[in-house]
């Protein structure tokens, strides 16, 4: 099972809002959020239902983030209702459309998904399956 994520940020205000808008109607919650390390954290109230936390913030190495070809979190929503929404939320988040929520010809019947970039340009997914 997952543990955690770190997404690398550039500007950690704008990446924080983004996964803000996306992360918090799917359930996450706001644990803390420390500028001085440069990171905002946000985890599952349940970590026995789904993978711990999500962070934010400036690589390690000290080097700008930049995407991740090939990386893309998927992150479930409880129904094909909540993903709209927060496709939007996203957008209106600073985060860029990458496919508007729907089905894909390429997926089952039951599988619904957006897809977004964040402020970064990493691709983001928010789905749900039947």
């Not at 704008?14 to 959020?33: H, M, N, Q, T, V």
């Amino acid at each position: 099972m997952l543990s955690y994520l770190f997404i690398g940020a550039n500007d950690i205000d704008a990446s924080a809002r983004f996964y803000d808008a996306i992360l918090l109607p799917l359930g996450y919650e706001k644990e803390k959020s420390d500028h001085q390390h440069n990171y905002a954290l946000k985890g599952l109230p349940d970590n026995s239902n789904g993978p711990g936390a999500v962070h934010v913030g400036k690589p390690f190495n000290g080097q700008p983030a930049s995407v991740g070809n090939g990386m893309m979190p998927g992150f479930r929503a409880d129904s094909r209702s909540q993903v709209d929404p927060v496709h939007a939320a996203g957008i209106a988040n600073g985060g860029a459309d990458e496919g508007s929520p729907g089905t894909r010809a390429a997926y089952t019947p039951g599988f619904y998904v957006a897809y977004l970039r964040d402020p970064v340009g990493n691709k983001v997914a928010v789905f749900f399956d039947d």
